[in-house]
């Protein structure tokens, strides 16, 4: 969530939850992301880098 934090000074942030998966996933439902306005994505929470 730094990250977000550090982009919201300057633009626009878009939270995300995961609610669905398939396959090999990076990610399990329920995890978030986080968008910033020029569509960079930061994946966040346990065992995410940030």
Do not use: H
């Amino acid at each position: 969530m730094r990250q977000a934090l550090n982009w919201i000074k300057d633009q626009p942030v878009w939270l995300y939850t995961v609610i669905k998966t398939w396959g090999a996933s990076p990610r399990a439902v329920g995890s978030p992301l986080i968008a910033n306005g020029d569509g960079v994505v930061c994946a966040c929470g346990a065992g995410a880098r940030q």
